[in-house]
């Protein structure tokens, strides 16, 4: 009989766009790379590429459309009402550009990346493109990517993974969003598994 620490993580993944963070972890998870399966997506926004991809491979999609909710505690009550009866182990929030209050019962059960070397250029308002342009424009000659566990102050939480990259004085934001995309797609299963062995110590 395969013990509670043996079974698949159970991973929720929440979406605002493209959901190329997801894909990735989707695949790592298809090549035996990762113990885990992803039971339920949740996109923040109708238009997000990602739920069509996600429906591609045969994932459950929900749409919690943050526009509908007159606030915060609304919206993210209404995350953890679809996230709670599939026994999620783990939220991934993937590209997932909306606050999100935590509940006690998922403490320390919540991961974020970041594209950027946390405490640097993180907060409200530092997100995607953002953060890139932002490193660009200070001259930064490195920066890369944190996957933390999250608290309910953006961007703060305990550290999982860091992994850096050199910015090159020719570098447009694109070029350093790229490469630090590069570095993401491995930060983030790196952080899962190190969630994974947590669990079975």
Sequence with gaps: MTSRTDAPLRM???????????????????????????????A?????????RAKQRGLHVELVARKQFADVQAFSD??????RPHH??????????????IPDDF???????HPALLPQYGGKGMYGHHVHEAVVANHETETGCTVHLCDNIYDHGPVLV?????????????????RVFE????????????????RRS
């Excluded at 999620?88 to 999100?100: E, K, R, W």
């Excluded at 403490?107 to 990346?113: D, K, T």
């Excluded at 570095?183 to 947590?198: G, H, N, S, T, V």
């Design 88 to 101: 999620i182990d783990l939220v991934c929030l993937a590209g997932f550009l909306s606050l999100l209050r």
């Design 12 to 42: 929720a993944m929440l979406i605002s766009g493209g959901g190329r963070t997801m894909l990735n972890i989707a695949d790592r998870i298809d090549a035996g790379k990762l113990n885990a399966t992803i039971e339920l997506v949740i």
């Design 107 to 113: 403490a320390g059960r919540v991961m974020n990346i």
């Design 183 to 198: 570095q993401e797609c491995l930060a983030y299963p790196e952080a899962i598994q190190k969630f994974i062995d947590r």
């Design 44 to 52: 923040s926004r109708p238009d997000a590429a990602g739920i069509e």
């Design 78 to 83: 209404a995350i953890w009402s679809l996230v």
């Design 162 to 178: 860091q992994r850096r990259c050199p910015v090159l004085p020719t570098d447009t934001p694109d070029d350093v969003a790229a």
